[in-house]
């Protein structure tokens, strides 16, 4: 199958100058209607000229350092994000090797012992004496002057 | 088989995983490997080396801060999203600075003088850059992806976020444009 004339322009422009780097399954096909055609041959000479013009476009190579500079300009905000509560545990949690679930399991633990912690501790306050309360006691038994055991 | 050379074997996307993990030597690899080619697109989009290597740094210095962004679930490569990441970047660049260095101080020269007229090297390159970027934005997309990077127009079409076809249209229309200006003022190809 060949292609004609437009087909072809159309595709030059999509693909570039060079018909051998043209899709495979249009490829075959193209360069027969080349070979045919020297009128194409000759559009196909000016896209070269086009295409040597598009080179000439200034370009300037990075700097050698560039990606080291990358680099080491993240070091510093690696550093700073420790001070992160957050990323000082997920720190915590890599170097132990723990996996997600295992320090979930954990977390949840020290929430619970925390909760409990709590729980006791304000469940006495209800007993709680005061040291007015404990002075008058010391006082009365001082005073006591009942049997002597 | 020691640690770098592990890295080195890793695909991009196994590594921005592990640096999402936090590991600065995968982000390492994947900077050492890449910030030459998106500097490259951010040269062609902001045409100063200066510029061009502030962006790049800044894109990757994002993606060390917050790696979360990529979303491997999405499946698109590694390149095809941060591709996007340069661009945008480079866009928001150009919009503060209002306006690329583009040679204001060129004469034109007469349109009926044809392409006989004789530029220097340097002034051919800046009506070239002048010509590129005064396309429309998706058209420079497609001409410096597509040409001057050698993208396939399957991932360039991904990267500008639409379909081949349409990508196709678009180096079309855009190399009708250049070479129809190239031709009228610097002299080369045909229309």
Known sequence: ?149 | MNMDTKLLNLDDESLICQVQEGSHEAFATLVDRHSNRFYRMAYRLVSSKDDAEDIVQEAFLKLWDRPNLWKPGKGGKFTTWFYRVVINLCFDHRKKKKLINLPEDIEFSDENSGPDVLYDVHQKQALLERFIHELPERQQLAVNLCFYEGLSNNEAAQIIGVKVKALQSLVMRAKTTLKYNVKQYLGGGSR
């Open chain 1, 1 to 149: 199958m060949t292609m004609n004339f437009e087909q072809f322009k159309e595709k030059l422009l999509m693909y570039g100058a060079d018909v051998r780097c043209w899709p495979k399954d249009i490829r075959s096909s193209a360069l027969k209607t080349l070979e045919s055609s020297p009128e194409l041959q000759k559009l196909v000479e000016d896209e070269k000229r086009f295409e040597g013009v598009l080179n000439t476009r200034k370009y300037e190579e990075p700097s050698r350092d560039l990606a080291g500079r990358i680099v080491a300009a993240a070091l510093p905000k690696k550093k700073k994000a420790q001070r992160n509560f957050g990323v000082f545990f997920s720190d915590v949690l890599s170097e132990f090797s723990l996996s997600r679930r295992a320090f979930a399991a954990v977390s949840v633990s020290l929430i619970f012992t925390l909760i409990i912690g709590f729980t006791i501790g304000y469940s006495n306050l209800s007993g709680y004496t005061s040291a007015e309360q404990y002075e008058t006691h010391l006082e009365d038994f001082l005073n006591y002057e009942g049997d002597v055991l």
